[in-house]
């Protein structure tokens, strides 16, 4: 039996695509650096291929909101945290393994191999 590599549910249990809802999501850099850099343009790349018009994206620069960073309780940089819709979501580290962010987002069925619009 398959499971979804996110919630440790069997694939046939994962719940399905949710292409019409609205995307509320906060990813947590450090400066100005090579690694947040790549972060926030994987992550509006993402974005836009496959939230087109339904997500808002904040980006914060933890080094200028530490107390922010504090409140949610950010360990690494990047982090990028899902708050709608639920369940919440953290990734945490490398922003540029597309299908890992993807199946973690639900956005597509039960952690398929394949991009379903071509790989990023």
Do not use: W
Request: charge should be neutral; hydrophobic fraction near 40%; aromatic fraction near 6%.
């Amino acid at each position: 039996m398959e499971y979804d590599i996110m919630t440790k549910t069997p694939v046939e249990a994962a719940a399905p695509v949710n292409d019409t809802a609205h995307y509320s999501l906060h990813l947590y850099v450090t400066g100005g650096t090579v690694r947040s850099i790549r972060a926030i343009a994987n992550i509006r790349k993402i974005c836009e291929v496959y939230l087109k018009g339904r997500y808002d994206l904040d980006v914060v620069d933890i080094s200028q909101d530490p107390m922010r960073a504090q409140s949610e309780q950010i360990i690494a940089a990047p982090t990028l945290i899902k708050t709608l819709p639920l369940p919440l979501r953290r990734f945490i580290g490398d922003m540029s393994q597309t299908d890992r962010i993807l199946v973690g987002l639900n956005l597509y069925p039960g952690g398929a191999a394949l991009l379903p619009r071509g790989e990023l």
